[in-house]
C-alpha cells in the first residue's frame, strides 16, 4: 500500500532480477540495466514507450535461450522448479 502523498508508479518488474549477458536484457521484465536503474526518472511517456517493446524483447529471450527451456524455464530454475 502506497503512503497517502505517493503515487503509484507502473512497472514491469516480475522481481526476478537476472540480466541476460548476451542481450543485456533483464531475463524478468525485458528491460536494460540502465532502463531498471532510471526508471523512477521517467516520465509516465518515457515508461509506456520502454513498455511498448518489452513483450518483443521477452519473445527474443525466449527464442535465444531455447535450450535452456527459453525465459520461462529459467524463471522455473530461479524458483527452484
Do not use: Y
Amino acid at each position: 500500500m502506497n503512503a497517502p502523498n505517493q503515487i503509484a508508479i507502473e512497472t514491469p518488474c516480475i522481481k526476478i532480477c537476472v540480466v541476460d549477458p548476451e542481450t543485456g536484457f533483464c531475463i524478468g521484465c525485458g528491460r536494460t540495466r540502465g532502463e531498471i536503474g532510471g526508471w523512477l526518472g521517467m516520465s509516465p511517456e518515457e515508461r509506456r514507450a520502454v513498455m511498448g517493446e518489452l513483450g518483443h524483447r521477452v519473445e527474443q529471450l525466449t527464442k535465444r535461450k531455447t535450450r535452456r527451456g527459453g525465459r520461462a524455464g529459467r524463471i522455473q530454475a530461479l524458483n527452484g522448479g
